[in-house]
């Protein structure tokens, strides 16, 4: 399979601990999103890499939020001290970038976290 | 008002029937428009994107945007058991450059049901 993957598939966690999750794009695509989705909602966009450059960060991305992508390939998503409220669905998506918009996002299958 | 209005559903309708989905906008700088398909517990999945008015054919698919009334449609023809799935519109400015940054609006997403 060649597409974006996500790992954990599911993480159940206690308020206030910290989570990781990982993200591997498709690997000749140098932009990397995360998007957050809650249930009956669509997705939210939260930040992006253009390799390893982390280009925008938005205003739903708390300080409680880190996300890195070390060597512009994988990317992780941390967040410090679960809240209730940030139980969701997170999405990894990744394109070609550039000036092409014939490059769409395509989405992984997110990590679905259920903060107790 | 949201910037981009959807009705959830949810939609049922028999196997074969032309289904249509429509999303309106109200932000004018939206170029790039986009179909997702979202199984249960999956990630979105890209059917469609188009940048222009008019209408754009793939299959059993037609993405159909008019621009002038901030409106979007998906039709599927024939459909299937198989299509059964929340969709969701998603769009974006182009930059000035050409191309996007894809930081997506998405709608809430319709849940369709085919029935067999």
């Not at chain 1, 001290?81 to 092409?100: F, I, V």
């Not at chain 2, 979202?38 to 993405?63: C, H, I, V, W």
Request: proline residues 5%; hydrophobic residues 25%; charged residues 20%.
């Amino acid at each position: 399979d060649t597409g974006v993957s996500q790992n954990p598939r599911h993480k159940i966690t206690k308020r206030g601990q910290n989570v990781t999750f990982r993200c591997d794009p498709i690997s000749e695509h140098n932009r990397l999103y995360w998007y957050r989705q809650t249930l009956g909602q669509g997705p939210e966009f939260l930040t992006y890499f253009q390799n390893e450059a982390q280009l925008e960060k938005s205003r739903l991305l708390s300080d409680r939020f880190s996300a890195e992508r070390p060597k512009g390939s994988f990317s992780t998503l941390e967040i410090q001290r679960t809240e209730q409220g940030d139980s969701a669905m997170y999405l990894c998506a990744s394109t070609l970038g550039g000036n092409s918009y014939n490059s769409p996002l395509h989405f992984g299958n997110g990590t679905r976290l259920t903060v107790t | 008002q949201k910037e981009v209005e959807q009705d959830p559903g949810p939609l049922s309708v028999p196997e074969g029937a032309i289904v249509s989905l429509n999303c309106t906008y109200s932000n004018s700088a939206f170029q790039y428009f986009m179909w997702y398909r979202q199984y249960s517990r999956k990630g979105p999945e890209l059917l469609m994107y188009t940048y222009s008015s008019g209408n754009k054919e793939d299959g059993r698919f037609t993405a159909q945007v008019d621009k002038s009334s901030k409106y979007i449609s998906l039709f599927i023809r024939d459909s299937q058991p198989s299509d059964s799935a929340t969709y969701l519109c998603a769009m974006t400015p182009l930059l000035n450059s050409g191309g996007s940054n894809y930081k997506l609006t998405f709608g809430k997403g319709t849940l369709l049901t085919v029935n067999p």
